[in-house]
């Protein structure tokens, strides 16, 4: 995964999880989290939410279907 970032990138690289989430969304339990991709990653990623106890509300999700 770190063979395509630009040299000199000093931004986070790999997945998001709720270590990373964390440390970089001030206020995170408060924020509208907005999904959109894959079935399988929009899920994933709403179940790593869910386990942060971020209130259904809070979670906004759309699919591109066809796209894997």
Known sequence: MTE????GWK???GRVD??????????????????SGPHAMVH????????MKI???QI?????PGYT
């Open 11 to 13: 931004g986070k690289v």
């Open 55 to 57: 209130p259904s509300s």
């Open 18 to 35: 709720e270590k990373m989430i964390r440390e970089e969304v001030p206020n995170f339990a408060k924020s509208i989290f907005y999904l």
């Open 44 to 51: 994933a990623f709403e179940k790593t939410l869910r386990q």
């Open 60 to 64: 906004k999700t759309d699919f591109f």
């Open 4 to 7: 395509n970032t630009p040299q």
